[in-house]
């Protein structure tokens, strides 16, 4: 089922509050209180796409929606790419993000993407800002459709598919008190760099990505 709501606080929690099957999908025009990764506030006002929806657990769940959304958008949107693990990035700045919250029988996939509204913070934009534009009932379609074909691929496709959009690799990347050279994403969806003479595995729940 789909619901579409004016006005709420977080697409996922309502999600986690009142889903009853797979599927079960939200849209929301505006929140008030939308969630970022590792706690993060995500800028939901009016004129973006706000969509949670359940899905079955899968092991590379944020990998299998970032390929899903670029996917959907690469036929109309140049320069598009994917920052491991969860953002979608336009012209060097973030146009999207992802939010997988796994339970113990489902998880909710949360995704927001500037369309015409304009994010307070310097470093994202909007699809409208590079001359492109989408109708979310389309946007909305699109996604479910490729998002179930992408689910049922074997995990190195996945993969592949990733790596072919994403803008890390190949590039020095700092997190935390520490940087290496991003080299590949590993079967278990982890980013693989070299550091120091090693390769060390990135977790997405660890880490933050500071600067590349």
């Not at 025009?29 to 939308?34: F, I, K, V």
């Not at 989408?134 to 996604?143: M, V």
């Amino acid at each position: 089922m789909i619901h579409i709501i004016d006005k709420i606080s977080s697409t996922n929690d309502w999600l986690s509050k009142y889903h009853l099957d797979i599927d079960d999908t939200i849209i929301a025009l505006e929140q008030t209180d939308g969630k970022g990764r590792r706690g993060n506030i995500w800028d939901s006002k009016i004129g973006g796409f706000y969509l949670s929806t359940v899905s079955s657990n899968h092991k590379l769940l944020p990998t299998v929606v970032a390929v899903s959304l670029a996917r959907v958008l690469r036929e109309h949107v140049t320069d598009l790419s994917l920052k491991w693990p969860n953002d979608l990035i336009l012209g060097g700045k973030k146009v999207g993000g992802i939010l997988c919250e796994n339970f113990e029988s489902h998880s909710i996939i949360g995704i927001g993407i500037n369309l015409v509204n304009k994010p307070a913070i310097s470093s994202s934009t909007n699809l409208s800002a590079h001359g492109f534009e989408f109708d979310k009932s389309i946007l909305l379609a699109s996604f479910l459709y490729n998002f179930d074909q992408v689910s049922a691929f074997e995990s190195q496709k996945i993969i592949d598919e990733f790596i072919a959009f994403d803008c890390l690799i190949g590039k020095e990347i700092y997190w935390a008190d520490d940087s290496g050279i991003a080299k590949s994403i590993d079967i278990d969806g982890s980013l693989i760099v070299e550091s120091g003479g090693q390769d060390l595995n990135l977790y997405s729940d660890e880490v933050h990505i500071e600067k590349y």
